[in-house]
């Protein structure tokens, strides 16, 4: 009688089981997480019945709040209220302290990178930004009875690489497993394009809170190419309320305000932006310290206020359909995102560029969380529908700095990514063991006009005379867009190492301490996490080694095969024990082992996937 | 690396772009990291490499000048940066005149017809040699082959033209 095997609850799941996956719209104002069940992507609802969570985290001296909760107290407590942290992502202090004049609480330099002044100390945009993706991830959660197996976090598609490792960071911070981070655009196309079969060219205009993003993709049959994405990682709607928060002071003719009056002024803002959506004409009252102030606003003023803002957007549209290579007429829709398109100055404006009435059948709030949540379903390995094909692309260009401070293009911007480039080195002096190497992001060709993403120190280059060392380094960008670099010296092959040095983000052993000190994690065993970690990588191991082998065994011979199957064997056993450490022997040990077996296995699928092709050429 | 044969074509210039596009989209999606991302560590890291290299075969091949690159490159010719020393004295004379033909658009009374003007002949010097290259390439000889690679020489000049070109055309509206 064969036995039935019987996981443990919350143990390892079987193959076919439904894993629990969530996407997650991490917006500027607002946050959702949505997932897919019984084949249909919906948001999440807490305990109090909201799927739309405000982007808001007040510090108290001993307790976090995030939501609605805390946005109420943003008048009242507003040194300890974060709102909008997604435009401090991974910035430098010098760099947002330039328009601080907008931002309600104490920023501070966190060597180098901007960080808040609370009542619990100094918390950076990621710590504050985990607070708000673990509560989505507990809404989740509870919602589906488990653990989330794992996230797609949303990300601006202009978001640059320090933006998109904070970002990242933060998860790691809040516990999450991420699957992807997926671009906001890409997103909202997915759930667009799925739900209504849509093929051809379309734009995606997406302004939020803090972002404007215009990318432009092509949908066929299951594939989504995004041909060229451009646009500005700090203009959304809060421009638009600063601009009505100008004007107000105009009209009360106070020139100056409070953090607690600032707030004010920018709580009447959004209620006099939002009511002129649906109204030509407005009588509004603006709370004062003493008494209140009564006006009057026309749709009309209120166009003219953010109409440069506006011009702006559309200035980038043109420029990412240069880029596509692309004429306005071949746009056959435009997909609207984010609330901020809900201003009837936006529509118009997107409409007559690009000669086609925007599509806005799926609420622009929350059609980004429903397209994170359908690639989450599907990454997570859950069977699905429709076989979709995600192609993206690097939305700004990365470059080394050469002589004379200037920039050397490696990758351009619209390259489809995963992609990996190489470039050479030598060595200028004879002897020479060391080499710095600076990494940026941005167009221009001044390394002052980009932004710095990282300096590197290759060390141990072996000592040659000067240019006799070619030294092969080499910068790969994944598919959630993060840079990454290797290096080599060639004639002796001994691989450079590299101590990375990030502009504006936290090195791992930051992120690593920022962990272990969290308050997320006071109740939870770091060790009993760390084990966790491991023992879900070797059952992955074990699963894909398995399958590799009952697929594939005739590519071994019966030695190779026996020595898998020992390093299996032994990897299954060590598993089931506590030790950490040996787990990840284990892991390395059989990674090691069946390399070869892994190349091998590439090459022959290569050729099975062009199978049915190679039949007619023969 | 072949890149004809990851893609199982014939490794010659002239080449059917919708079936380049349809083999590189089955390869991709088999191999995009988005189908591993249940797998192990090692499976993922394997998936963004093997993804960036069909990314980087699919450029490669889709553009003439890349393309005539890498099969030189198989036939042992490697085409290095560096602008060889020599070149035609015409054809250096026609670089000139096209350049300052560049230079005058932005003070002209009517610019858009010095950029119509100038595209134009841009265009024509590129069809001609890119039709040389092709035949060059056909050959398949080493003799062919030197004078494809300094055919690629001159039509590097001729994209180059091209792209400043553009960008004149944007300083425009």
Same mark, same amino acid.
């Given at each position: 009688?064969?036995?039935?095997?019987?996981?443990?609850?919350?143990?390892?799941?079987?193959?076919?089981?439904?894993?629990?996956?969530?996407?997650?719209?991490?917006?500027?104002?607002?946050?959702?997480?949505?997932?897919?069940?019984?084949?249909?992507?919906?948001?999440?609802?807490?305990?109090?019945?909201?799927?739309?969570?405000?982007?808001?985290?007040?510090?108290?001296?001993?307790?976090?709040?995030?939501?609605?909760?805390? /946005?109420?107290?943003?008048?009242?407590?507003?040194?300890?209220?974060?709102?909008?942290?997604?435009?401090?992502?991974?910035?430098?202090?010098?760099?947002?302290?330039?328009?601080?004049?907008?931002?309600?609480?104490?920023?501070?330099?966190?060597?180098?990178?901007?960080?808040?002044?609370?009542?619990?100390?100094?918390?950076?945009?990621?710590?504050?930004?985990?607070?708000?993706?673990?509560?989505?991830?507990?809404?989740?959660?509870?919602?589906?009875?488990?653990e989330l197996t794992g996230v797609v976090i949303t990300v601006p598609a202009y978001f640059d690489d320090s933006q998109r490792q904070a970002t990242k960071d933060a998860a790691k911070l809040a516990g999450l497993n991420v699957l992807r981070l997926l671009n906001e655009p890409t997103a909202a196309a997915l759930a667009y394009g799925l739900d209504s079969g849509q093929e051809g060219v379309v734009a995606v205009y997406d302004l939020g809170g803090g972002t404007f993003d215009i990318s432009i993709l092509r949908l066929k049959r299951g594939v989504f190419e995004v041909l060229a994405t451009g646009g500005d990682s700090a203009l959304g709607g809060d421009d638009f309320d600063h601009a009505l928060v100008s004007w107000l002071q105009q009209q009360t003719g106070q020139s100056t305000?409070?953090?607690?009056?600032?707030?004010?002024?920018?709580?009447?803002?959004?209620?006099?932006?939002?009511?002129?959506?649906?109204?030509?004409?407005?009588?509004?009252?603006?709370?004062?310290?003493?008494?209140?102030?009564?006006?009057?606003?026309?749709?009309?003023?209120?166009?003219?206020?953010?109409?440069?803002?506006?011009?702006?957007? %559309?200035? /980038?549209?043109?420029?990412?359909?240069?880029?596509?290579?692309?004429?306005?007429?071949?746009?056959?829709?435009?997909?609207?995102?984010?609330?901020?398109?809900?201003?009837?100055?936006?529509?118009?404006?997107?409409?007559?560029?690009?000669?086609?009435?925007?599509?806005?059948?799926?609420?622009?709030?929350?059609?980004?969380? %429903?397209?994170?949540?359908?690639?989450?379903?599907?990454?997570?390995?859950?069977?699905?529908?429709?076989?979709?094909?995600?192609?993206?692309?690097?939305?700004?260009?990365?470059?080394?700095?050469?002589?004379?401070?200037?920039?050397?293009?490696?990758?351009?911007?619209?390259?489809?990514?995963?992609?990996?480039?190489?470039?050479?080195?030598?060595?200028?002096?004879?002897?020479?063991?060391?080499?710095?190497?600076?990494?940026?992001?941005?167009?221009?060709?001044?390394?002052?006009?980009?932004?710095?993403?990282?300096?590197?120190?290759?060390?141990?280059?072996?000592?040659?005379?000067?240019?006799?060392?070619?030294?092969?380094?080499?910068?790969?960008?994944?598919?959630?867009?993060?840079?990454?670099?290797?290096?080599?010296?060639?004639?002796?092959?001994?691989?450079?190492?590299?101590?990375?040095?990030?502009?504006?983000?936290?090195?791992?052993?930051?992120?690593?301490?920022?962990?272990?000190?969290?308050?997320?994690?006071?109740?939870?065993?770091?060790?009993?996490?760390?084990?966790?970690?491991?023992?879900?990588?070797?059952?992955?191991?074990?699963?894909?080694?398995?399958?590799?082998?009952?697929?594939?065994?005739?590519?071994?011979?019966?030695?190779?095969?026996?020595?898998?199957?020992?390093?299996?064997?032994?990897?299954?056993?060590?598993?089931?024990?506590?030790?950490?450490?040996?787990?990840?022997?284990?892991?390395?040990?059989?990674?090691?082992?069946?390399?070869?077996? /892994?190349?091998?296995?590439?090459?022959?699928?290569?050729?099975?996937?062009?199978?049915?092709?190679?039949?007619?050429?023969? | 690396?072949?890149?004809?044969?990851?893609?199982?074509?014939?490794?010659?210039?002239?080449?059917?772009?919708?079936?380049?596009?349809?083999?590189?989209?089955?390869?991709?999606?088999?191999?995009?990291?988005?189908?591993?991302?249940?797998?192990?560590?090692?499976?993922?890291?394997?998936?963004?490499?093997?993804?960036?290299?069909?990314?980087?075969?699919?450029?490669?091949?889709?553009?003439?000048?890349?393309?005539?690159?890498?099969?030189?490159?198989?036939?042992?010719?490697?085409?290095?940066?560096?602008?060889?020393?020599?070149?035609?004295?015409?054809?250096?004379?026609?670089?000139?005149?096209?350049?300052?033909?560049?230079?005058?658009?932005?003070?002209?009374?009517?610019?858009?017809?010095?950029?119509?003007?100038?595209?134009?002949?841009?265009?024509?010097?590129?069809?001609?040699?890119?039709?040389?290259?092709?035949?060059?390439?056909?050959?398949?000889?080493?003799?062919?082959?030197?004078?494809?690679?300094?055919?690629?020489?001159?039509?590097?000049?001729?994209?180059?033209?091209?792209?400043?070109?553009?960008?004149?055309?944007?300083?425009?509206?």
């Amino acid at each position: 009688m064969a036995l039935l095997q019987i996981a443990e609850p919350g143990q390892s799941a079987a193959p076919h089981q439904h894993k629990l996956a969530a996407g997650i719209d991490l917006g500027t104002t607002n946050s959702l997480v949505a997932t897919v069940r019984s084949g249909e992507a919906k948001t999440l609802f807490n305990k109090a019945g909201q799927d739309m969570v405000p982007s808001v985290v007040r510090y108290t001296a001993d307790n976090v709040i995030v939501g609605h909760a805390a /946005a109420a107290d943003a008048v009242l407590d507003p040194h300890n209220t974060i709102v909008s942290v997604k435009r401090l992502m991974g910035r430098g202090f010098a760099e947002i302290n330039a328009d601080a004049e907008h931002i309600p609480y104490e920023l501070v330099d966190q060597s180098g990178l901007v960080a808040i002044n609370t009542i619990q100390g100094i918390k950076n945009p990621v710590e504050v930004s985990a607070e708000i993706l673990a509560t989505l991830a507990d809404t989740a959660s509870q919602t589906l009875g488990g653990e989330l197996t794992g996230v797609v976090i949303t990300v601006p598609a202009y978001f640059d690489d320090s933006q998109r490792q904070a970002t990242k960071d933060a998860a790691k911070l809040a516990g999450l497993n991420v699957l992807r981070l997926l671009n906001e655009p890409t997103a909202a196309a997915l759930a667009y394009g799925l739900d209504s079969g849509q093929e051809g060219v379309v734009a995606v205009y997406d302004l939020g809170g803090g972002t404007f993003d215009i990318s432009i993709l092509r949908l066929k049959r299951g594939v989504f190419e995004v041909l060229a994405t451009g646009g500005d990682s700090a203009l959304g709607g809060d421009d638009f309320d600063h601009a009505l928060v100008s004007w107000l002071q105009q009209q009360t003719g106070q020139s100056t305000l409070t953090h607690s009056e600032l707030r004010q002024y920018l709580v009447t803002a959004r209620q006099i932006k939002e009511n002129l959506s649906a109204t030509e004409q407005l009588d509004f009252v603006l709370p004062l310290a003493d008494g209140e102030f009564k006006g009057q606003i026309s749709r009309s003023d209120f166009d003219a206020l953010i109409q440069p803002l506006v011009r702006k957007t %559309i200035r /980038a549209c043109k420029q990412v359909l240069r880029d596509a290579g692309l004429d306005t007429e071949e746009i056959q829709q435009v997909v609207m995102v984010g609330g901020s398109t809900r201003v009837p100055l936006v529509r118009s404006a997107v409409a007559e560029f690009f000669a086609a009435e925007p599509l806005t059948s799926i609420d622009p709030d929350k059609v980004v969380a %429903i397209g994170a949540a359908i690639q989450a379903n599907v990454l997570v390995g859950n069977k699905s529908d429709h076989d979709t094909l995600l192609l993206d692309v690097i939305p700004l260009s990365l470059g080394l700095e050469t002589m004379g401070g200037l920039v050397e293009k490696i990758i351009p911007r619209n390259t489809v990514i995963p992609v990996a480039r190489a470039q050479e080195f030598t060595t200028f002096k004879d002897g020479q063991t060391a080499m710095a190497i600076h990494v940026l992001q941005g167009e221009r060709e001044l390394v002052d006009a980009c932004r710095s993403l990282a300096r590197f120190n290759l060390t141990n280059i072996p000592a040659m005379a000067a240019g006799g060392a070619h030294i092969r380094v080499t910068f790969q960008v994944d598919a959630d867009g993060l840079l990454s670099v290797t290096a080599q010296e060639k004639s002796t092959g001994v691989s450079a190492s590299i101590q990375v040095k990030p502009s504006y983000g936290l090195s791992d052993d930051q992120v690593a301490t920022m962990i272990q000190s969290s308050m997320l994690y006071a109740k939870q065993d770091m060790q009993l996490r760390l084990l966790k970690e491991q023992q879900v990588e070797a059952e992955r191991v074990l699963e894909a080694v398995t399958a590799a082998l009952n697929a594939d065994a005739e590519l071994l011979t019966a030695e190779e095969k026996l020595s898998v199957e020992q390093a299996l064997a032994e990897l299954a056993t060590v598993k089931q024990g506590d030790n950490t450490a040996a787990i990840k022997a284990a892991i390395e040990h059989t990674n090691h082992i069946t390399d070869e077996f /892994a190349a091998r296995r590439m090459d022959i699928s290569i050729r099975k996937a062009l199978q049915g092709h190679k039949v007619d050429e023969v | 690396m072949n890149y004809f044969q990851l893609f199982h074509l014939p490794a010659q210039f002239e080449l059917d772009l919708t079936e380049l596009g349809t083999r590189y989209l089955e390869l991709q999606r088999q191999f995009h990291p988005d189908k591993h991302a249940a797998g192990s560590e090692r499976d993922k890291l394997m998936a963004v490499q093997q993804a960036a290299n069909i990314n980087d075969a699919y450029h490669s091949l889709k553009q003439p000048l890349l393309r005539a690159e890498h099969l030189l490159a198989l036939r042992g010719l490697k085409i290095s940066n560096e602008q060889r020393s020599f070149m035609e004295p015409a054809f250096l004379m026609q670089q000139m005149e096209l350049r300052e033909l560049l230079a005058e658009i932005s003070d002209a009374a009517d610019p858009d017809a010095l950029i119509d003007e100038a595209d134009q002949q841009i265009q024509q010097q590129k069809k001609a040699l890119l039709r040389q290259l092709q035949s060059a390439l056909d050959a398949n000889n080493p003799e062919h082959d030197h004078q494809a690679a300094d055919i690629i020489r001159k039509l590097k000049f001729f994209f180059k033209l091209q792209h400043e070109l553009e960008l004149i055309e944007q300083t425009q509206d």
